[in-house]
């Protein structure tokens, strides 16, 4: 029997649509009144709830993270999490692995391999979470620059797994993907987790490796699987001294109350 993810998906939602605008603004480390101004210029995710802005911790920390702003750690609490550890960056992608020359002409067809190479359970619906990946990508590419894109769902993907898992595919052939920088994509970053908390710091932590040189280069060079996992496993290293005093920088960059 296939699993569906929606109804879980849906209920999750509705848990982690809890945040206030104080909350909120607290999480991001700016004032009430720039939380305010974002929501009138449309630019944050929030939704109205009885005449209240509410905001969904999931969506908040991909928003910050994808405009490169500080976070405080609170944003990572999750009670049904309580107690994990934090997954490692280098473990999940020893679990979820590196694959080269996948296949594709487009945005579809590349998801379409990926979904297939991704190492699931036999029982999770691989249809629906390819349609779940193509209507992220309908709403904006995911796409972060550099040839390189994180496709996942605006809300995250969480499973009937047991670990999360995170799969590196490089394409036989670059793509057109919606970029920013207007570049093809030709490396595909995929996030599979069991839990929201997991997928949120994965998501926060790869936004930081990302923007190393050294780690950089050797996803354009397209390097083996180890030599790829250990420049990962030596910024993950320096992750420690990065998330002491009191917040997770996925940019290592602060822009204050500036609007994104």
């Known amino acids: 029997m296939k ?43 929030a939704y109205r709830v009885q005449d209240q802005y509410r905001f969904n911790r999931a969506e908040i920390l991909e928003w910050a993270t994808s ?11 999750e009670p049904e999490a309580e107690g994990q550890p934090v997954p490692s ?8 692995g590196v694959f080269y020359r996948v296949s594709g002409s487009d945005k579809e067809s590349v998801l379409r391999e990926v979904v297939e190479l991704l190492r699931l359970p036999e029982e999770v619906d691989r249809d629906f979470l390819l349609r779940v990946l ?24 969480v499973l009937h797994i047991g670990r999360p898992s995170l799969s590196l595919c490089f394409l036989e052939n670059s793509i057109e993907y919606g970029a ?10 995929t996030i599979i987790s069991p839990t929201t908390r997991a997928h ?8 930081f490796v990302l923007r190393d040189d050294r ?37 290592a960059i602060s822009r204050g109350d500036t609007a994104p």
């Open 3 to 45: 699993i569906s993810a929606g109804a879980s998906l849906l209920e999750r939602d509705r848990r982690l649509m809890n945040l206030s605008v104080r909350d909120t603004a607290a999480l991001l480390k700016v004032s009430e009144k720039t939380i305010y101004r974002w929501v009138k210029q449309q630019s944050i995710p």
């Open 67 to 77: 405009h490169r702003l500080n976070v405080a750690t609170e944003i990572f609490s």
């Open 89 to 96: 960056l280098l473990a999940s992608m020893e679990a979820g």
């Open 134 to 157: 193509l209507a992220r990508e309908a709403i904006a590419p995911t796409a972060v620059g550099d040839g390189i894109a994180v496709p996942h769902v605006r809300n995250p993907v």
């Open 180 to 189: 920013l920088d207007g570049k093809p994509v030709d490396t595909l970053f």
């Open 200 to 207: 949120l710091h994965l998501m926060s932590k790869l936004s």
């Open 215 to 251: 780690v950089k280069q050797v996803i354009r060079d397209q390097a083996p699987r180890q030599t790829i996992l250990h420049e990962i496993g030596r910024v993950e290293e320096g992750l420690a001294a990065v998330d002491t005093g009191g917040g997770l920088r996925p940019a």
